[in-house]
Structures are given as C-alpha cells and as structure tokens.
C-alpha cells in the first residue's frame, strides 16, 4: 500500500490530488492545506482512498508516509522539503521560485546522505517543459542550446510568484557556465500554440538551474515567460478565451552528423490542470507507481534528469495533457 501527503490544495494542488487519486498503485492520500475548508473539499472529490491531517513542515512527516507532492507558494516548499530529508521520504514540489530552486540544489549533498530523491519544478515550466528538452535531446547526437518559454499561472499564488520572477534579476547559461544577467532583457516575441498564440516574454531565471544540471554540455540555456498583466486591467479580461490558459514553447538546438538543427515542441491547455498532472505524476514515479516512466536516484534534481521522455509524455497524454512538434512548412 503506497500512502501520498499532498500538501496545499489550491489551484495546482487540488488537480494534482485528482491525478493521485486516479493512479494505480497509490492506496491512500493525506491531504493538508492551511485552508481546512479547501483540505475537505478535495477530500470529499477523492472519496475513501483520502483522509485530510492537520501538519506543518515544522512538525515530523504523518507515519507510513511513501512519498510527499508539495503544491505550496514557490518559497514554502523548501521547509517541507528539509521535513522529508529528515524522514527519509522523496518527495516532488512544484515551486518554480528562482531562489527557492537553488536553495534546493544546495540541499543536495544532504539529498545524497539521506538516499532521498527530491523533484523540483514538477509543474509547467519549470517541470513538463524539462520533459520536452529531454525528449528533444534524444533526438539529436549533442544539445548546444535550449529555450524555454512560458505562458499562464495557476493561480493567485503562482502570479505573484511569477511577477518576483520578473522583478529579479534573472540567470542564463551562457558558455556552460550560469551567470547572472546584470541588465535586464528585452522582450522577445514568442509564439505558444493556440489559444494563447504569441506574447511578448521577458528572460527570468525560473528552472535555468535545473537545466544547466540535467544538460550541462549545452553551451546556451534561457527561459522567458510572459509577465502577468496589472490587476487593474486584468478584471476586465475574464471573458477572453484564452485566460487561464498556459503553454510552454521548448526550442532545443543540436546536431544531427554535422547539420545543426533545432527541435521545437510545444503544449497548450489549463495552466493548474497541466501542473497538477505533471506534479501528480512525477509523485507516482516517486512511489513507483509507474515504473515504465522513470525512476528517481538520491539527490534533487529537475524532471529531465529521471525520465524516460516519451514514456512520462504518454502517461501525460493519457491524463489529457498533450504535447506537439513544430514542423516547419514552406510558405511559397
């Protein structure tokens, strides 16, 4: 019997406490959330595979814990990752936080001592978009360059954690070595799949780390995202078809015998609904729920570092969640 914490039920956690529920092989879901109301909700969805708990990352892990899905604001996670270090229970977080992030990594050296696995940026982008560069990878002989862009929040937590993103100074991997961008970006016009067709992204620093460990002969790493519009004018665009949507647009550069040619994929569809499956999903393969997917060793690192690509995209694919190729079409 494999028992899962989910910790925070908003807009991300609560689909990616559906996705548990709908898992094969994970018996029994411990929901927690600040919000006890939220907690019982998802509760009640799940039915009797689920039990809410009362916890805090300042308290030891529920007994019989197999493994933790954290759907916390980017910055909470890193006490309840600190939490399962100390139990001995992997665990998958979500948060997309530059500075949190990289507070993870630095955990790694008691990752390794503890043989706990810990999965950082399980969501959009940071998380399916590590995905679609690994996929990409095995299709090219080396990996020069890789671009990510990104599209849509989750919910209110995932905007103001996007709009620190755009307020920091962002990280690039330029030369295989991660620096600091000391002046900001221009925007860069980036076309997503359709609804959210193409929007202007500015360079944050958001999973470059995660990358840079999972690739680290790429020469060249960035990702961009699209800055979440003013509150005072967000109000009036409720009806437009294409708010709530995410994407994620991967451009991965490469050579194939001496031609250098880039593979570029991309994916589309409800921001917290595309998270929430990629978290509940990297959770699964943490219990070993879904071994054809991949397996994950001590340490922490991003998803493309414990994947079998094609294998964690059908999987995704059968939750609803798909991903496309660019192909190129002559125009005259």
């Not at 100074?169 to 970006?185: D, K, M, Q």
Request: hydrophobic fraction near 45%.
């Amino acid at each position: 019997m494999s028992t899962v914490l989910l910790v925070g039920v908003g807009a991300l956690g609560a689909r990616a406490g559906r996705q548990l529920g709908a898992t094969r092989g994970i018996d029994r879901i411990l929901v927690a959330d600040r919000r006890a109301d939220r907690a019982e909700a998802l509760r009640k969805f799940l039915g009797a595979k689920a039990e809410t708990v009362e916890w805090s990352a300042r308290r030891p892990l529920p007994p019989g814990v197999d493994a933790v899905a954290c759907a916390l604001p980017a910055g909470d996670d890193v006490p309840l990752v600190i939490a399962a270090l100390e139990s001995g229970v992997p665990i998958a977080t979500s948060g997309d936080n530059q500075e949190s992030i990289a507070t993870l990594l630095r955990l790694n050296d008691e990752a390794l001592a503890s043989g706990v696995a810990v999965l950082a940026g399980c969501g959009l982008a940071p998380g399916l978009s590590d995905v679609l560069a690994a996929h990409a990878a095995t299709l090219l002989d080396t990996v020069d360059e890789i671009h990510v862009s990104r599209a849509g929040v989750a919910g209110p937590d995932s905007e103001a954690s996007m709009r620190r993103l755009h307020s920091e100074r962002p990280h690039e991997v330029i030369g295989g070595a991660l620096n600091e961008v000391r002046r900001r970006s221009t925007h860069e016009l980036i076309w997503f799949p359709e609804p959210v067709g193409d929007k202007e992204c500015e360079l944050i620093g958001a999973g470059v780390a995660l990358l840079h460990k999972s690739f680290p002969s790429a020469a060249r790493i960035t990702v961009r995202a699209v800055e979440p519009e003013p509150r005072s004018t967000g109000w009036f665009r409720r009806n437009d078809p294409g708010d709530n949507w995410g994407a994620t647009r991967v451009e991965v550069w490469g050579r194939i015998g001496n031609a250098r040619v880039p593979v570029i994929y991309g994916s589309v569809g409800r921001t917290a609904t595309i998270g929430g499956a990629v978290l509940g999903v990297a959770t699964a393969l943490l219990v070993g729920a879904l071994p054809e997917i991949g397996g994950a060793q001590p340490g922490v690192t991003g998803l493309a570092g414990c994947v079998v690509p094609e294998a964690f995209l059908a999987e995704l694919d059968r939750r609803g969640i798909t991903a496309s190729k660019f192909e190129g079409v002559p125009v005259a």
